[in-house]
């Protein structure tokens, strides 16, 4: 049973935008090279979900936080991008920014 979410479609954009093939992805991470391109194929397409550490390791591969994969809008995976860029200082500015501008 193949299900789409916003998972398939934040990994196959990352690695787009990495301009990273299915295999090389799956390679890169520790997939053994003869299942690579399927493995990678079948979490692209819904097939089959990540444990979280293969999860982390694709992130970390496609330079994106583990977040980036389930957010709902490109709003959200774009904030979630340039926050996880922020040093720990930046984050506390942001937080206090954002919770002064609540109201």
Request: charged share 30%; aromatic share 6%.
């Given at each position: ?34 299942s690579?391109?399927g493995?990678?194929n ?9 444990d979280?550490?293969?999860l ?20 959200s ?27």
């Amino acid at each position: 049973m193949q299900v789409k979410s916003f998972f398939t479609e934040r990994l196959k954009q990352a690695r787009k935008k990495m301009k990273i093939s299915q295999k090389d992805l799956g390679i890169n991470i520790g997939i053994d090279p003869s299942s690579a391109s399927g493995r990678m194929n079948h979490y692209e397409t819904g097939r089959h979900m990540p444990d979280i550490d293969t999860l982390k390791k694709m992130a970390k591969e496609l330079n994106v936080p583990v977040n980036y994969f389930f957010c709902e809008s490109e709003e959200s995976a774009t904030l979630a991008c340039l926050i996880d860029k922020l040093d720990d200082e930046g984050k506390c500015k942001l937080i206090q920014s954002l919770e002064s501008n609540k109201d």
